[in-house]
């Protein structure tokens, strides 16, 4: 399950950013996670409430997921189309050579902190 060193890379940048702004703790961390990241939303909420508690600066903290859709552009016409998978035709033209422009994004959007 590499969700949770996910989870724990996350607590690290909270942890990090909450250091640098000298805050008394950490509120929430919002992050985005594409449907074509690869992460498992259900399993990655499991380990972060395990690995949570293992920090004091995140203690009671929310983890608030962003999900972010699929985004295909084709690479024949260059129409942009939302799909549920990589495997379907353009939706324009027919063709199945696309590039993916949004939908594998694990990132974190925000941290919210604890006043000093």
């Known amino acids: 399950m590499h969700e949770f060193s996910i989870a724990?890379?996350?607590i690290e940048i909270a942890e990090t950013s909450a250091l640098q702004h000298e805050a008394t703790g950490v509120l929430e961390v919002e992050i985005e996670v594409g449907d074509f990241?690869?992460?498992?939303?259900?399993?990655?909420?499991?380990?972060?409430?395990?690995?949570?508690?293992?920090?004091l600066l995140l203690k009671n903290s929310k983890?608030?997921?962003?999900?972010?859709?699929?985004?295909?552009q084709c690479n024949n016409?260059?129409?942009?189309?939302?799909?549920?998978?990589?495997?379907?035709?353009?939706?324009?033209?027919?063709?199945?050579?696309?590039?993916i422009i949004r939908?594998?994004?694990?990132?974190v959007k925000s941290v919210t902190l604890a006043e000093p």
């Open 8 to 10: 724990m890379n996350i």
């Open 37 to 55: 990241s690869g992460v498992n939303t259900e399993a990655l909420e499991f380990a972060w409430e395990s690995a949570v508690d293992s920090s």
């Open 63 to 72: 983890l608030i997921i962003h999900p972010v859709s699929l985004l295909l």
């Open 77 to 99: 016409c260059h129409h942009c189309y939302a799909q549920a998978n990589l495997f379907e035709s353009c939706p324009s033209c027919g063709e199945f050579s696309t590039t």
């Open 103 to 107: 939908g594998r994004e694990l990132k």
